[in-house]
C-alpha cells in the first residue's frame, strides 16, 4: 500500500510577537525588538553564517530562517537534491520592496532605482535564496492567495505531487508588511519510511490555529 | 490528453491571435521608441497596448484598470464564438503575473486591496461569472509557463475540465526604471543570440491560453497537446544565470523522457537579448544535445512581455506547430553566442511534430513545455 505523504517537521515565525516556534515549541523569543532587528537576532542566535543573509529584505530574511531552522533542526537538509519543491504562498506578494522601489522612482528630482532592491520587488526571490543555499535544483514557484488558507496549502501540496519529478516539498505561508512579519514553513514528504503526522487539511490548519491562539 | 482548445493575444501587435501571428508572418515588430516622462526619464523602446482599442471588446471597461481590461480582452478572443461556458463549476481560472496592477501603487496606498493579484485574477474571474477561487502564480519571467504547468496537473488530477490560463503584465515606471537601474534595456529594438545585442526591450501584453483535458479518441488531426512541462531551479544566483545553464539543461533533458531531438521542430527560446541570458541557453541546449533543432526568440516582435511572456509565446509556437512553420528571430543577424546552436533566422515549414517553449527568470528558476502536433 502506498504510505501517506507526512509533515516531518515545521517551523514558524512572528517577528512582530519576537517568536520562534519549531514542531509546536517556542525555541527563541526577545521582546520588544522591531522585525528587522528580531530577525537579525534570530539569524544569529539560531543560524550558521550565510552573508547573503544581510542582503536579503524582509521577506527573504523571514523565508530562509524558516527554511534554515526547518531543514536544520529535522536533519533533513539533503544539500543538491533535485526532488524537494520550494512552494511559498503569501498575500501582498513583494510590497515592502514594492514600496521601497516605488519611493526611488516617485520624485523625478530625487531619482536612484537600486538593483539591489529591485531584485527583491519579485514575490518568488526567496524560493531562489533558498534553492542557492541548498543547492535545491528542483521546481520552485510563488502562489498568491488572500490568506492563511489551508485547503489552499493543501492543494498545492497535491498539486506538486502529481509531478513524479517531487518526493519532497518546503511549503510556506509568508506575509511581511509594514510592521508584520509572520511565517511558516512545513517539510512534507512522500518518501517511504520517514516519520511525522499525516498531511491533511484538518492538520495544517490545527497547527496554524495552535500558534495563532497560544500568546 | 491535454489540448489547447482556445487562445487570445492582446499586444501592441493585435488584439486576437490572429492578428499577432500574421503580423510576425508579416516580419513587423510592436517596438518602438517611447518618450513619456511618465514612464521613464529617458526615451526607452517598448511595445505598449492603448486600452482605448479595447473600449469595443470589454464591457464597462471604465470599471476595469488597464491590466484587467487586457487581461478580460485576451480571455474574451480566447473563447471567440466557441460557445465555452467559462461560468462552468469544472472551469478553473489560473491568473499568472509578475506585478499585476502596479500602476496602482503610489507611496500612499499599500493597503490598496487591487495592487494584491489575487484581487485582479478574482475581478477577472467574476467578469466570467466563474465562482471557483482563481489560482494566482507569480513566479518572475517565468510565471506563464508555471501556470500552464499547474493548470495540466489540475487537469491531469482531474479536479477540473477545463483551465482558463491568462498571462499579463504593464510597462510601467516602476518596471522600466528596475531594468534601467540594472542597465539591462538595449538602446535599440533587442536583437536575440545576435553579436550585437545590447540588452532587452520590455513590452506589455496579455495572453490566454484555455487547455482542456480531452480523451485520446477525440482527439482530431493538428489539434495541439501540452505533453509536458517541467521547472528547475539553477540554485546559482537570485539576479543572474548559471553559467552552465543548469536549470535549462535540466528541464530539457527532462523533456527528451517523451520524445527525441530528432522529432522536435524547434524550440521557441527566451532569448530576451541580454547577454547573459542568451550565452546561457545557447549553453544550455548545447548540453543538452539540441545543436541541430532550430531555435528562435519573438522578444524582437514584442520585448520581453515578463509574466505574459510564457503564455503568448507558447500560443505563437502552438500556432506555427499547427501550421508547420519555424518562424524566425527578428533582430538575429550573427551568431553572438558560444554554445553550438542553430539560430533560426528565416521562416521555414517543417513536417515535424513537436516544439518547446523554454524560458527562465530571476529567483533562478526555468521552465520547459513540450507541445505536440496530433
Redesign the interface.
Known amino acids: 500500500m502506498k504510505q501517506e505523504s507526512k509533515i516531518i517537521s515545521y517551523t514558524y515565525i512572528d517577528a512582530e510577537r519576537n517568536i520562534v516556534v519549531i514542531n509546536g515549541e517556542k525555541v527563541f523569543e526577545t521582546e520588544n525588538l522591531d522585525i528587522k532587528d528580531f530577525l537579525t537576532k534570530v539569524y544569529k542566535t539560531l543560524c550558521d553564517s550565510y552573508p547573503k543573509f544581510y542582503k536579503m529584505d524582509i521577506h527573504c530574511k523571514l523565508g530562509y530562517l524558516l527554511s534554515e531552522l526547518l531543514l536544520e533542526s529535522s536533519g533533513n537538509r539533503q544539500k543538491g537534491i533535485?526532488d524537494r519543491a520550494?512552494a511559498v504562498v503569501n498575500?501582498?506578494?513583494s510590497?515592502c520592496s514594492?514600496?521601497k522601489?516605488?519611493?526611488?522612482?516617485?520624485d523625478?528630482g530625487n531619482?536612484f532605482?537600486?538593483?539591489a532592491n529591485?531584485?527583491y520587488?519579485?514575490?518568488?526571490?526567496v524560493?531562489?535564496?533558498i534553492?542557492?543555499r541548498?543547492?535545491?535544483?528542483?521546481?520552485?514557484?510563488?502562489?498568491?492567495?488572500?490568506s492563511y488558507d489551508s485547503k489552499?496549502l493543501k492543494e498545492i501540496f497535491?498539486?506538486s505531487m502529481?509531478?513524479e519529478?517531487n518526493n519532497s516539498i518546503l511549503l510556506s505561508w509568508i506575509e511581511s508588511?509594514?510592521t508584520t512579519a509572520e511565517g511558516i514553513m512545513f517539510l512534507i514528504s512522500k518518501e517511504e519510511g520517514k516519520e511525522g503526522v499525516n498531511v491533511s487539511e484538518k492538520e495544517l490548519d490545527n497547527i496554524w490555529q495552535k500558534l495563532k491562539n497560544n500568546k | 490528453m491535454i489540448k489547447i482548445i482556445g487562445d487570445g493575444i492582446i499586444s501592441s501587435l493585435g488584439i486576437s491571435t490572429e492578428e499577432n501571428f500574421q503580423h510576425i508572418l508579416d516580419g513587423k515588430s510592436g517596438l518602438r521608441l517611447i518618450d513619456d516622462e511618465s514612464s521613464s526619464l529617458d526615451p526607452y523602446y517598448s511595445s505598449l497596448v492603448e486600452k482605448d482599442n479595447l473600449s469595443s471588446i470589454v464591457e464597462n471597461i471604465d470599471k476595469y484598470t488597464k491590466l484587467e481590461a487586457m487581461s478580460i480582452a485576451s480571455i474574451l478572443n480566447a473563447v471567440e464564438d466557441k460557445g465555452i461556458d467559462l461560468g462552468s463549476k469544472d472551469t478553473i481560472f489560473i491568473f499568472s503575473s509578475t506585478k499585476g496592477n502596479i500602476d496602482l501603487l503610489n507611496n500612499n496606498n499599500s493597503k490598496d486591496l487591487r495592487i494584491r493579484l489575487w484581487k485582479t485574477a478574482e475581478i477577472i474571474s467574476k467578469y466570467f461569472h466563474n465562482e471557483n477561487e482563481p489560482m494566482v502564480v507569480s513566479n518572475a519571467c517565468i510565471s506563464g509557463v508555471s501556470a500552464q504547468i499547474l493548470a495540466s496537473r489540475l487537469l491531469k488530477s482531474r479536479k477540473y475540465k477545463r483551465a482558463v490560463v491568462v498571462g499579463a503584465d504593464l510597462v510601467s515606471k516602476f518596471t522600466v526604471s528596475g531594468f534601467q537601474s540594472f542597465h539591462s534595456l538595449a538602446d535599440k529594438e533587442c536583437q536575440p543570440f545576435d553579436k550585437n545585442r545590447v540588452g532587452l526591450n520590455i513590452g506589455e501584453a496579455a495572453a490566454c491560453i484555455i487547455l482542456q483535458y480531452e480523451d485520446e479518441k477525440s482527439l482530431n488531426n493538428d489539434d495541439i497537446i501540452f505533453l509536458d512541462g517541467i521547472m528547475k531551479n539553477d540554485a546559482n544566483h537570485i539576479s543572474g544565470p548559471s553559467r552552465t545553464g543548469e536549470g535549462s539543461y535540466r528541464c530539457l533533458n527532462h523533456l527528451l523522457k517523451n520524445t527525441n531531438t530528432e522529432k522536435i521542430a524547434f524550440i521557441n527560446a527566451h532569448g530576451t537579448a541580454t547577454n547573459y541570458n542568451d550565452e546561457m541557453e545557447s549553453i544550455a541546449l548545447e548540453r543538452a544535445g539540441f545543436s541541430d533543432v532550430p531555435v528562435n526568440s519573438m522578444k524582437a516582435y514584442f520585448g520581453h512581455t515578463l509574466g505574459a511572456a510564457g503564455v503568448l509565446e507558447s500560443i505563437i509556437s502552438a500556432r506555427a506547430l499547427k501550421e508547420g512553420l519555424i518562424l524566425p528571430t527578428k533582430g538575429y543577424v550573427e551568431k553572438g553566442v558560444s554554445g553550438n546552436i542553430r539560430i533560426s533566422d528565416r521562416l521555414l515549414k517543417t513536417n515535424k511534430n513537436f516544439a518547446i517553449k523554454l524560458i527562465s527568470g530571476f529567483g533562478g528558476c526555468n521552465a520547459a513545455l513540450l507541445f505536440k502536433k496530433i
Open positions: 533535485e520550494i498575500s501582498s506578494s510590497l514594492d514600496i522601489h516605488q519611493a526611488s522612482i516617485e523625478n531619482y532605482p537600486s538593483p529591485f531584485v520587488t519579485l514575490s518568488n526571490i524560493t531562489g535564496e534553492a542557492i541548498n543547492k535545491y535544483y528542483g521546481e520552485t514557484i510563488s502562489y498568491i492567495h488572500s489552499y497535491d498539486l502529481v509531478d519529478c508588511i509594514d
